[in-house]
């Protein structure tokens, strides 16, 4: 398929020659100028090559094609980047794209069978509220797309555009990894594009508040939210949790809490136990039956109250859970016993998020902080100590 350009000497005429072969023979043809001879040696060698790819079954475009790839596969190699790749490879990667795309769906339907689904596993409304913010907020971004064609790209992308801390976001993300796990059963998408998105976390200790501010808190708070605290405080249950207990669920003269596995986040049946001071916080409230924590708004308008009566200006997140495991544990020095009443299945988030917070000291008074009208004539109450 090459045309040779050749000077031609003792012509009248002509002073170049063109040369090729074409349907088996050899063929040529002169011209008078370089740019003549050139001009046609660039017009036959394109119509040589498509003849020839023709003669094979390949069209034009299958050929540049060909040819690009092998272009991509040198740039590819020096970069670094994969010594295999290979035409065939990328065809049959685009092949199987496009199978996944059209037997995918958007990602509002998925996001509302999600959605739909978690719902009929009876989950908390505490976590279905949450579900439902998150996915829904990815949604009004990108709810028109085919969820197959969602990348990491994407997934980093929005999470990036998320206000809030690295914590904000991991939630989010968390949320996202559900989302995609179960598109991925559903066979809507190959694999979670949420898998290798890494956010830097802030490695900072939770927050909590001092046996002190406990104490005060306990003791200036309404009645109504007593109870609900004294067992997140002294009993280290998660607020969905506690949103869902029923004083039935408060075994007093055993020693312990039965939480069911409808009402634990794992799905496991958890005794916790109650310590002396939860004992003491519980007995004039208790009832035979009713849930123990008064309704959202009632339940954020006591805590408000309570906060500025015990001078507490700022309430971290998860303060009651964390002050338990960080006092448990400072009190007893034992990582398993102390992740067995926070319902973990190992000791790997207590040594991350609670170890070395608090010392054995003020872990054993946290355990010791009592009710006013309750307390021994030995023991001082908590907000009184100088």
């Given at each position: 398929?090459?045309?040779?350009?050749?000077?031609?000497?003792?012509?009248?005429?002509?002073?170049?020659?063109?040369?090729?072969?074409?349907?088996?023979?050899?063929?040529?043809?002169?011209?008078?100028?370089?740019?003549?001879?050139?001009?046609?040696?660039?017009?036959?060698?394109?119509?040589?090559?498509?003849?020839?790819?023709?003669?094979?079954?390949?069209?034009?475009?299958?050929?540049?094609?060909?040819?690009?790839?092998?272009?991509?596969?040198v740039a590819l190699k020096a970069e670094h980047i994969t010594d295999e790749f290979s035409f065939k490879a990328a065809v049959e990667f685009y092949a199987a794209f496009l199978r996944q795309t059209k037997s995918s769906v958007t990602v509002k339907h998925a996001?509302?069978?999600?959605?739909?689904?978690?719902?009929?596993?009876?989950?908390?409304?505490?976590?279905?509220?949450?579900?439902?913010?998150?996915?829904?907020?990815?949604?009004?971004?990108?709810?028109?797309?085919?969820?197959?064609?969602?990348?990491?790209?994407?997934?980093?992308?929005?999470?990036?555009?998320?206000?809030?801390?690295?914590?904000?976001?991991?939630?989010?993300?968390?949320?996202?990894?559900?989302?995609?796990?179960?598109?991925?059963?559903?066979?809507?998408?190959?694999?979670?594009?949420?898998?290798?998105?890494?956010?830097?976390?802030?490695?900072?200790?939770?927050?909590?508040?001092?046996?002190?501010?406990?104490?005060?808190?306990?003791?200036?708070?309404?009645?109504?939210?007593?109870?609900?605290?004294?067992?997140?405080?002294?009993?280290?249950?998660?607020?969905?949790?506690?949103?869902?207990?029923?004083?039935?669920?408060?075994?007093?003269?055993?020693?312990?809490?039965?939480?069911?596995?409808?009402?634990?986040?794992?799905?496991?049946?958890?005794?916790?136990?109650?310590?002396?001071?939860?004992?003491?916080?519980?007995?004039?409230?208790?009832?035979?039956?009713?849930?123990?924590?008064?309704?959202?708004?009632?339940?954020?308008?006591?805590?408000?109250?309570?906060?500025?009566?015990?001078?507490?200006?700022?309430?971290?997140?998860?303060?009651?859970?964390?002050?338990?495991?960080?006092?448990?544990?400072?009190?007893?020095?034992?990582?398993?016993?102390?992740?067995?009443?926070?319902?973990?299945?190992?000791?790997?988030?207590?040594?991350?998020?609670?170890?070395?917070?608090?010392?054995?000291?003020?872990?054993?008074?946290?355990?010791?902080?009592?009710?006013?009208?309750?307390?021994?004539?030995?023991?001082?109450?908590?907000?009184?100590?100088?």
């Amino acid at each position: 398929m090459k045309v040779t350009i050749k000077p031609v000497k003792g012509h009248p005429h002509y002073k170049f020659r063109a040369t090729f072969s074409q349907g088996g023979t050899y063929q040529q043809k002169y011209f008078k100028t370089r740019v003549e001879a050139k001009s046609f040696a660039d017009a036959k060698t394109v119509e040589l090559e498509n003849v020839g790819i023709a003669e094979r079954g390949v069209t034009p475009d299958e050929f540049r094609a060909l040819l690009s790839a092998r272009k991509l596969s040198v740039a590819l190699k020096a970069e670094h980047i994969t010594d295999e790749f290979s035409f065939k490879a990328a065809v049959e990667f685009y092949a199987a794209f496009l199978r996944q795309t059209k037997s995918s769906v958007t990602v509002k339907h998925a996001v509302a069978k999600f959605l739909d689904w978690k719902e009929r596993k009876k989950q908390s409304a505490v976590h279905l509220r949450n579900l439902t913010s998150r996915a829904q907020a990815f949604e009004a971004v990108h709810g028109k797309r085919i969820l197959a064609t969602i990348t990491k790209d994407d997934v980093e992308s929005y999470l990036a555009s998320i206000d809030g801390t690295a914590r904000t976001q991991i939630n989010h993300r968390l949320v996202l990894s559900n989302l995609f796990n179960f598109a991925v059963g559903k066979k809507w998408m190959a694999a979670n594009p949420t898998a290798a998105v890494e956010i830097e976390a802030d490695e900072k200790p939770p927050g909590i508040l001092s046996p002190d501010q406990v104490s005060q808190f306990l003791q200036s708070a309404d009645a109504r939210i007593v109870p609900a605290y004294a067992v997140a405080f002294f009993g280290g249950l998660r607020e969905a949790e506690i949103a869902r207990l029923d004083w039935q669920d408060i075994k007093l003269e055993r020693g312990h809490i039965d939480l069911s596995a409808t009402k634990t986040k794992t799905g496991q049946r958890r005794l916790v136990a109650i310590t002396p001071n939860l004992k003491a916080w519980l007995e004039p409230h208790r009832q035979k039956s009713g849930l123990m924590r008064p309704s959202d708004q009632v339940f954020r308008k006591c805590r408000e109250a309570a906060c500025l009566a015990a001078g507490i200006e700022a309430w971290p997140h998860n303060a009651a859970r964390h002050c338990f495991g960080s006092y448990h544990y400072a009190a007893h020095q034992n990582a398993a016993k102390t992740a067995s009443e926070l319902g973990h299945s190992d000791t790997v988030l207590l040594f991350k998020n609670y170890r070395e917070i608090a010392t054995k000291e003020e872990g054993e008074a946290y355990f010791q902080i009592m009710p006013e009208k309750a307390m021994p004539p030995n023991i001082i109450p908590m907000g009184k100590v100088a």
